[in-house]
């Protein structure tokens, strides 16, 4: 018997017997690599010298610190594709008490910027992400190429999560 005699490696086969069972083998997939990349994020930053963050104040501060412009909360959730406002509000403030980010105001609207501290741990975060993971993934032999095709198909996939979230939520 060979691994390919075996079908797709799942972890609800109620859910694998219908018409697409490679559908469950990626959203096992998706799962293993989301918790294994939200471990990362933590301990990365950890690293990185800022300890006790959750995987979403990782990326929120990543995000505001994204080409050092101030962002609104609204455009904080539209970019990480987050329906929940509060949560992204309550990682802002928490970043802002640590002094990671900083409040300011574009006309009426509050925005949030990195402060220096905020950028200098995003700075040691690259820098640990490349010696660790990026040299780690290099030496796999994956073509860059392949990996943004990958991330490509996994966008163009989350529209078709997204959509189908929309017709559930009109059951």
Known sequence: MSIDDLGPIVSSGHLASG????????EFALSMTVHAFHRWMVRCMAA??????SPLDVLVLHNVNHRAKPKRLADICLVLNIEDTHV???????????????????GKEKTVA???AGEDACKRYAQIREQLLVKSV???????????EIAATMRS????????????ASL
Not at 88 to 106: D, I, P, Q, T
Not at 161 to 168: F, G, K, T
């Open 19 to 26: 018409a697409m069972p490679a559908a469950s083998e990626f």
């Open 48 to 53: 990185a010298g800022v300890p006790d963050l």
């Open 88 to 106: 992204v509000n309550y990682s802002l403030k928490k970043l802002e008490r640590l002094k990671l980010l900083k409040g300011g105001r574009k």
């Open 114 to 116: 990195v402060t220096p």
């Open 138 to 148: 290099l030496a796999t032999g994956m073509e860059p190429a392949r990996l943004s």
């Open 157 to 168: 996939l989350s529209g078709q999560y997204d959509q189908a979230a929309r017709a559930a």
